[in-house]
């Protein structure tokens, strides 16, 4: 009975606490970055919540949810995955109050979150020498994976805004360009990854991870902006549903299929 209780421990302390990263992945996490970005201006705007109110309401929702993922200690879809939606409107609110709220420019917020999420991969690897997700399957693991992903939310916004925005560079040209960027990212991964000289799949995960963002935030934007500020005015009340429920059908795809369990660390 004491060596099961043991191996119980052993098994529940490796257990991965995220998801395997497959084409799902990535699939779900683009519909969950524009939606942060029409969900945001939906509460905001259309219920007319307004930023402040919107912040304190999701980030609240946000602390609920994530003391659940924590008490889980293990990947659950439809957990981890609302955590996401909720950090994505969440970092995207960080943003928007700064720039909005605080006056603050784009360039001087883009800044501010860049040395905020280095900060973040600094101390994580200090404290824990690796930045795998593969191998998030502790607590404290887990804490500095959150936060980087709601940094990179928040840079994602003010990053992604910058350049179609600030720059004026606009919607389609801007999200072209960052899906440009993701492209080059994975053809050097995988054509250099048999070469002597091979792209790191940490890195090129959290690149990929943090352009994104400003990726799906420049849909949503294309989506719902007004025509006069060069997208289609397709209505918050509209998109973010439907994304949601894109969203809800592949959690419960991947819930019964479970193409996307990752048991052991690397």
Same mark, same amino acid.
């Given at each position: 009975m004491v060596d099961q209780e043991k191996t119980l421990n052993i098994i529940d302390k490796i257990v991965s606490r995220v998801p395997e990263v497959t084409i799902f992945f990535w699939i779900i996490k683009i519909l969950g970055t524009t939606i942060g970005e029409t969900a945001a201006d939906f509460l905001s705007f259309n219920l007319h919540f307004?930023?402040?109110?919107?912040s304190y309401i999701m980030s609240a929702l /946000?602390? &609920?949810?994530? =003391?659940?993922?924590?008490?889980?200690?293990?990947?659950?879809?439809a957990v981890y995955w609302l955590v996401v939606v909720l950090i994505s409107i969440v970092g995207t609110l960080i943003s928007d109050q700064m720039v909005e709220g605080l006056g603050i420019s784009l360039v001087t917020t883009t800044v501010i979150f860049s040395g905020a999420l280095i900060?973040?991969?600094i101390a994580w690897y200090l404290k824990e020498k690796t930045l795998s997700?593969?191998?998030i399957f502790t607590a404290r693991?887990?804490?500095f994976y959150w936060l980087a992903i709601l940094f990179t939310f928040a840079l994602g916004t003010s990053g992604g805004d910058l350049?179609?925005?600030? /720059?004026? &560079?606009?919607? =389609?040209?801007a999200g072209l360009i960052f899906l440009g960027v993701i492209a080059l990212i994975a053809a050097c991964y995988y054509v250099l990854r048999s070469k002597r000289f091979t792209m790191?799949?940490?890195?090129?995960?959290w690149m990929a991870y943090i352009l994104?963002?400003?990726l799906g935030a420049s849909i949503g934007d294309f989506l719902t902006q007004a025509p006069k500020d060069g997208g289609l005015g397709i209505s918050t009340v509209w998109i973010t549903p439907i994304f949601l429920l894109g969203i809800i059908g592949l959690v419960i795809y991947l819930s019964v299929k479970h193409k996307d369990q990752l048991l052991l660390s690397e």
């Amino acid at each position: 009975m004491v060596d099961q209780e043991k191996t119980l421990n052993i098994i529940d302390k490796i257990v991965s606490r995220v998801p395997e990263v497959t084409i799902f992945f990535w699939i779900i996490k683009i519909l969950g970055t524009t939606i942060g970005e029409t969900a945001a201006d939906f509460l905001s705007f259309n219920l007319h919540f307004g930023l402040v109110n919107t912040s304190y309401i999701m980030s609240a929702l /946000l602390a &609920i949810v994530l =003391v659940i993922q924590f008490r889980l200690k293990r990947y659950v879809p439809a957990v981890y995955w609302l955590v996401v939606v909720l950090i994505s409107i969440v970092g995207t609110l960080i943003s928007d109050q700064m720039v909005e709220g605080l006056g603050i420019s784009l360039v001087t917020t883009t800044v501010i979150f860049s040395g905020a999420l280095i900060a973040v991969f600094i101390a994580w690897y200090l404290k824990e020498k690796t930045l795998s997700i593969h191998s998030i399957f502790t607590a404290r693991r887990e804490a500095f994976y959150w936060l980087a992903i709601l940094f990179t939310f928040a840079l994602g916004t003010s990053g992604g805004d910058l350049l179609s925005e600030g /720059l004026g &560079i606009g919607y =389609v040209k801007a999200g072209l360009i960052f899906l440009g960027v993701i492209a080059l990212i994975a053809a050097c991964y995988y054509v250099l990854r048999s070469k002597r000289f091979t792209m790191s799949s940490i890195w090129a995960f959290w690149m990929a991870y943090i352009l994104t963002r400003p990726l799906g935030a420049s849909i949503g934007d294309f989506l719902t902006q007004a025509p006069k500020d060069g997208g289609l005015g397709i209505s918050t009340v509209w998109i973010t549903p439907i994304f949601l429920l894109g969203i809800i059908g592949l959690v419960i795809y991947l819930s019964v299929k479970h193409k996307d369990q990752l048991l052991l660390s690397e």
